[in-house]
Nanobody
Framework: VQLQASGGGLVQAGASLRLSCAAS????????MGWFRQAPGKEREFVAA????????RYADSVKGRFTISRDKSKNTVALQMDSLKSEDTAVYYC????????????????????WGQGTQVTVSS
């Protein structure tokens, strides 16, 4: 499974962006999905994740109330709606995917995911 993130760009603080992640082949509802980001000189950090069934989500404290993760199983995609962006949100954003036996599992550790792809750059100017 190859993943491709898109939707990044350069915006001003307070603006919104919507990222999308597409898988190279259909995984149906068998995979949990997550978004992570990495700023220059920093480690990759968790942003948001969603379970196989789409009902369970987790968010980093830094993005709660501003970001929303959702999945479209029919299109095999996962989106990250980012509102009220801040300069500290500037990073390369990656999506990751992992086969799950349990429908409710949500993962926040990037090392627990099987698949990941090239990221998309998000730059927020203050």
């Amino acid at each position: 499974v190859q993943l491709q993130a898109s939707g990044g760009g350069l915006v001003q603080a307070g603006a919104s962006l919507r990222l999308s992640c597409a898988a190279s082949r259909r995984t149906g509802n068998m995979n949990s999905m997550g978004w992570f980001r990495q700023a220059p000189g920093k480690e990759r950090e968790f942003v948001a994740a969603v379970s196989r069934n789409g009902f369970n989500t987790r968010y980093a404290d830094s993005v709660k109330g501003r970001f929303t993760i959702s999945r479209d199983k029919s299109k095999n995609t996962v989106a990250l709606q980012m509102d009220s962006l801040k300069s500290e949100d500037t990073a390369v954003y990656y999506c990751e995917s992992n086969y799950e036996r349990r429908m409710e599992t949500v993962r926040v550790n990037p090392n627990e995911y099987q698949y990941w792809g090239q990221g998309t750059q998000v730059t927020v100017s203050s």
